[in-house]
């Protein structure tokens, strides 16, 4: 799987537009862009998935481009409960016979104030 | 819910204690996962089952050891545990050993804590 980096932690206030970024420079081509979001105590849960260009869906938007080597999570006018850990994951959705298996990174702490 | 269910929620046991986690899906996947998460630490990939079959064991001691009698459930049998083995366990099922389009479905964990 290819690695990611992101950050280790953001702030933002309530109502603003978070965008959190993620590299990964080793992507390859059969790989999509997974992100993943946890709150404290409970397991993650899937937010929105990629391969190319923009993807859109009630809670976030994707935005990838051309060369594909990062990409950013976008998320519209956050509330207080959109405080948790995003995790972004790159690799073989169809898993090409292998074990696709999810490994999770640090992930990014995101915290909402009021 | 998320359709992928872990009993008990909270768990606290003595180092000379036996317990087991449970797991059970209704999602019709055919592929389960155990995850241990320490506090501040990514998740770890501990255990996986495909169509009731080990088919991976990442070097986790011997004092863990899963069961998956059938394609819904998935237990994790503890014993003499240490009190660094305490942490969030998560169970997870998905469609076939791939991501597919959506991922994993996570339950909310056991809160495990060994004094």
């Known amino acids: 799987l290819a690695k990611t980096t992101q950050p280790i932690s953001m702030d933002s206030y309530e109502g603003q537009e978070v965008n959190i970024t993620c590299s990964h420079n080793n992507i390859a081509t059969n790989d999509y862009i997974t992100w993943y979001q946890q709150f404290p105590s409970q397991g993650p849960r899937f937010i929105i998935q990629g391969y190319k260009t923009k993807v859109t869906n009630e809670v976030a938007s994707l935005f990838i481009p051309a060369d594909r080597k990062s990409s950013t999570l976008s998320l519209p006018r956050v509330s207080l409960s959109d405080t948790a850990v995003y995790y972004c994951l790159v690799g073989d959705n169809e898993g090409s016979g292998n074990t696709g298996k999810l490994i999770f990174g640090q992930g990014t702490t995101l915290q909402v104030k009021p | 819910e998320t359709g992928v269910t872990q009993t008990p929620r909270h768990l606290v046991m003595g180092m000379t204690n036996k317990k087991s986690l449970k797991c059970e899906q209704h999602?019709?996947?055919?592929?389960m996962y155990w995850y241990k998460q320490s506090a501040k630490k990514p998740l770890e990939l501990m255990f996986v089952y495909s169509l009731e079959e080990r088919v991976e064991n990442n070097s986790v001691p011997s004092r863990f050891s899963p069961e998956c009698p059938n394609s819904s459930h998935l237990f994790l049998h503890l014993h003499t545990l240490q009190p660094e083995d305490s942490a969030l366990y998560l169970c997870a099922s998905s469609q076939g050993l791939t991501w597919g389009h959506y991922g994993y479905t996570f339950g909310s964990g056991t809160r495990l804590t060994v004094v």
């Open positions: 999602l019709g996947h055919n592929a």
